[in-house]
């Protein structure tokens, strides 16, 4: 198994790698989920391609372009494509299928890892994104790791999965609430995180119903379930984090992994990462879906709590008193929580020993450390609520200078990791000067050269000016020498040649960079390759249990949402449509095996029925349909296509319209809107589609975010699906088809 470290910065991709991490992922400076990350620039990324490789084994380098690409952003996304090929990362992490269908073409050499953002999971979507390309599938956080093994095994692709971080309350890839409601679209690295913001109930009582805790695989039933899981690499969140948080978290699971702990080491490894960051912690729904929201969710909305590290055992006249289970120094950090109140953090200004470990009476006065075992009082803050503490409280740790000391923030020579493209050159000298080839390129700098007295050293002293490339995108790998006249090249006349040649290398790179970005742009934006099947002008969408309450006339198709629900019932419920008009849509989530396999048998049996129009809202029903043999299929707004490239790649796999999705901007859409596309005019758009019922909630719960908007939550096929009350209306888009949505009603 592969351990794969979150790097934010420079300075947290080498903390991993040094921490024991196979491999990191990062972004580059645009188009990454994490946008207001540090991420790093083409040169960094060169000079920690170089680093990594110093490595043996050698460290892998994964660069997340793991967001929605706009058709407005064509050249400047194809262009770091370019320029990444050039680089040669390990693999790219990619939610956009137009962007993968432009990688696989233009930019062969790029491999193609599925972001957790296409929220594959199920088979039938691991099948499907391995057709697209995509060497290996980021699943969705909320599959049951028995679930990953049975993917595993009925697939054979590479599978990744999470195990460690901060979790979203939607589904993977399935949250509209930034985009729609603070226009920060988390499908565009721009996430407002309103799921750990504060909602009003509907008896006006502020509480934070959708707030996660982290997720942590890292206890000891978990970790044997990961082990056993069948997946190839584990995935460790944080790129919004600094180096001591991933130092500390990579030597943890390093740990684990290796089996190089024993207890004592483990529960100080753990320790160590919890002081640098820890909130509530679940194991989510690694062991099935049964489990209870009340371990998942964070209603407190408590930040980072620490290690607990004692109890309360009295607040006496302005002194905490507690014995604690790791050793404290002045200005380490210690939290408490407040009954009925947010939990109060401070710092250890002055510190006393009550009794040392052995029971011994401790120094008189402050001390500036205290070993583990120890019984410390501690000087409360004058603002402490000290009345607050009645006893048995737990107190945890929030920082330690210990621990930054033995994990110092670390960093290195760029010059000692010549970043580059390896190149051999062919160097001849002459009478009148000297000449420099590689790649099909030669220059020459003129210069009389007279015979030389060393002829032996001619060779290392070409070599040693020819290896000066640092910061040119060059390496020179080998130097070969023609001097028939046994010739004195003096250094200055060397050191010009190798300038000249590489900056026409250069040039001739960058001439490729451009030309081969302008072609993928151009195939970007083009229209999709086909035409889309002339089709209706207005749609309407309803769910299966809606039929006959909600009014059809006036729409030239019916789109039936079908849910999880048996063949037999949905049959009856169709019985008085005519097949003509209606399409059917499968669920957005279904995950298991058997859910999986009833899904399909559902498709084949209508299917055999006479109801061949069908609808897919992510790639697994995509891949069911196709494996059932439909060949009238569309694709729903939750299959974000968001530019040409994505429609012509779901064109590409039969798709005969599109339904264009709720975040995309009117203007960009009307570059590419037309015969084929559908818009949505009338929706009641989901902001969060989970499988965690919101903390205090039942079907039809009333929520008012800070804003001002009114928003419901309803359990619909298996899902808490919340919803602004007010749908959300557009005019209709020329050229393409008006979609009105009822199904989320």
Request: glycine share 8%; aromatic share 6%.
């Amino acid at each position: 198994m592969e351990l794969l470290a979150p790097a934010g910065s420079f300075a947290s991709a080498l903390a991993a790698f040094q921490a024991g991490a196979d491999a990191v992922y990062l972004g580059g400076m645009r188009f990454s989920a994490r946008a207001s990350a540090e991420n790093l620039t083409l040169s960094d990324l060169a000079v920690l391609r170089a680093y990594a490789d110093s490595f043996a084994p050698r460290r892998k380098i994964f660069v997340t372009v793991n967001t929605l690409v706009f058709p407005s952003e064509a050249r400047e996304a194809c262009g770091m494509l370019a320029q990444l090929e050039r680089i040669g990362p390990d693999a790219l992490i990619v939610q956009d299928l137009g962007l993968a269908r432009i990688a696989r073409k233009h930019f062969p050499s790029l491999v193609l890892h599925a972001s957790t953002q296409l929220a594959a999971h199920n088979a039938s979507a691991v099948r499907f994104l391995a057709e697209e390309g995509f060497r290996h599938v980021v699943l969705a956080r909320e599959v049951p790791l028995a679930e990953v093994r049975a993917i595993r095994k009925a697939t054979g692709t590479e599978l990744e999965i999470f195990i460690h971080g901060a979790l979203c309350y939607s589904l993977s890839g399935l949250c509209l609430f930034s985009a729609l409601a603070r226009e920060r679209s988390g499908n565009r690295g721009q996430c407002a995180y309103c799921c750990r913001e504060a909602f009003r109930d509907g008896t006006g009582t502020a509480r934070h119903p959708f707030s996660m805790c982290d997720l942590f695989l890292g206890g000891r039933e978990a970790w044997d379930a990961v082990a056993a899981s069948g997946a190839c690499s584990l995935k460790i969140e944080g790129r919004m984090k600094g180096p001591l948080y991933v130092a500390s978290v990579v030597r943890y699971y390093r740990g684990l992994l290796d089996g190089t702990f024993d207890a004592a080491a483990r529960r100080a490894a753990l320790s160590d990462l919890q002081t640098v960051f820890c909130r509530e912690q679940t194991t989510l729904y690694a062991s099935g879906a049964g489990a209870s929201a009340r371990g998942i969710l964070s209603p407190a909305a408590a930040g980072h709590l620490g290690a607990p590290v004692g109890r309360v055992e009295a607040v006496d006249r302005g002194w905490l008193v507690f014995t604690t289970s790791r050793a404290l120094e002045k200005h380490d950090g210690l939290l408490l929580k407040v009954p009925g109140a947010l939990a109060y953090g401070f710092a250890v200004e002055r510190m006393e020993i009550v009794a040392l470990p052995n029971g011994r009476r401790g120094p008189k006065g402050a001390v500036f450390e205290a070993p583990a075992g120890a019984k410390v009082a501690v000087r409360l803050p004058h603002d402490a609520p000290a009345q607050a503490w009645r006893g048995g409280e737990t107190v945890y740790c929030t920082a330690s200078q210990a621990l930054r000391r033995a994990l110092p923030a670390p960093s290195l020579r760029k010059e000692d990791f010549p970043a580059g493209t390896p190149v051999e050159v062919a160097v001849r000298l002459s009478r009148d000067g000297a000449s420099a080839a590689a790649r099909g390129r030669e220059v020459a700098v003129f210069g009389a050269l007279e015979a030389s007295q060393h002829p032996e050293r001619t060779l290392a002293a070409v070599e040693k000016a020819f290896a000066r490339t640092g910061g040119t995108g060059w390496k020179v790998s080998k130097v070969s020498l023609e001097d028939p006249d046994k010739l004195f090249a003096p250094p200055t006349l060397l050191n010009d040649l190798r300038r000249k040649l590489l900056e026409a290398l250069e040039a001739d790179a960058q001439r490729e960079v451009a030309e081969k970005a302008a072609k993928a742009a151009e195939d970007f934006v083009r229209a999709a390759d086909g035409e889309g099947t002339t089709g209706p002008r207005k749609v309407l969408k309803i769910r299966w249990d809606q039929i006959g309450r909600v009014d059809a006339a006036g729409y030239d198709e019916l789109v039936v949402a079908v849910g999880h629900a048996p063949a037999e019932t949905i049959t009856r419920a169709l019985a008085p449509l005519p097949k003509e008009k209606v399409r059917l849509a499968l669920p957005v989530w279904t995950c298991g095996a058997e859910a999986e396999a009833e899904l399909a048998s559902t498709v084949r049996e209508l299917l055999a029925a006479g109801w061949g129009k069908w609808e897919a809202a992510e790639c697994g029903g995509a891949g069911i349909l196709r494996e059932a043999g439909v060949e009238d299929w569309t694709a729903d707004a939750t299959l974000y296509a968001a530019n040409p490239a994505a429609l012509a790649a779901l064109r590409g796999r039969g798709a005969k319209r599109v339904v264009l999705p709720a975040e995309l901007p009117r203007a960009e859409a009307e570059t590419f809107a037309g015969e084929g596309t559908e818009w949505l005019v009338r929706q009641k758009t989901p902001l969060f589609l989970s499988l965690t019922k919101p903390d205090g909630a039942k079907d039809g719960s009333r929520w008012t975010d800070r804003a001002g908007q009114d928003c419901e939550t309803h359990k619909r096929d298996n899902l808490w699906v919340t919803t602004a009350v007010r749908p959300r209306r557009a005019e209709p888009l020329p050229g393409a088809a008006a979609r009105t949505d009822a199904s989320w009603d």
